[in-house]
């Protein structure tokens, strides 16, 4: 397996509204394996991982990287905050209230067994706002394929 990354400078999102989120292809679903968020504001904001079920609209697509320079293109597409609401799937637990300061933050790392969407193009992970007000903040995903 190969493994990619792509980040992003957010915009606000809300609790319909992904911040960042990656999403499967038809043929190739990404083996998450960390997600890091740090807040770029000083006012606190909490977040969750969940699973999407639907597209919405995606925000602008985002630069997927490879690690190693001989491995293939990533499949996987990463998009920044979405501007209409995808479907919700399940929620996947992983929670953050990310302290009121420029710079609080969190990195959550899956291991061995990761989180895998399913296959498809409407299948992704995104990190949104569990309450409260959104903010902007710096996000990343990983994940091998």
């Known amino acids: 397996m190969a493994r990619y990354s792509t980040g992003v400078l957010t915009g606000a999102g809300s609790t ?6 990656l999403y ?7 083996v998450l394996r960390e997600c890091g968020l740090t807040n770029t504001t000083s006012t606190s904001v909490a977040l969750k ?16 990287t490879k690690y190693r320079d001989g491995a293939a293109a990533a499949s996987a597409t990463g998009f920044t905050t979405h ?13 953050a209230s990310l302290g009121a300061a420029v710079g ?18 409407a299948n992704g ?12 903040v710096q996000a990343y995903f990983a994940w091998d394929e």
């Open 83 to 95: 501007t209409v609401a995808p479907t919700l799937g399940n929620d996947l637990g992983y929670r």
């Open 16 to 21: 319909t509204l992904p911040s960042i989120s």
């Open 49 to 64: 991982l969940i699973y999407l079920t639907s597209a919405g609209t995606q925000g602008a697509g985002l630069t997927e």
């Open 104 to 121: 609080a933050g969190v990195i959550w790392t899956f291991g061995e067994q990761s989180i895998t969407p399913p296959v498809g193009t």
């Open 125 to 136: 992970v995104g990190v949104m706002v569990e309450n409260g007000t959104g903010q902007a």
């Open 24 to 30: 499967s292809i038809a043929t190739v679903s990404p």
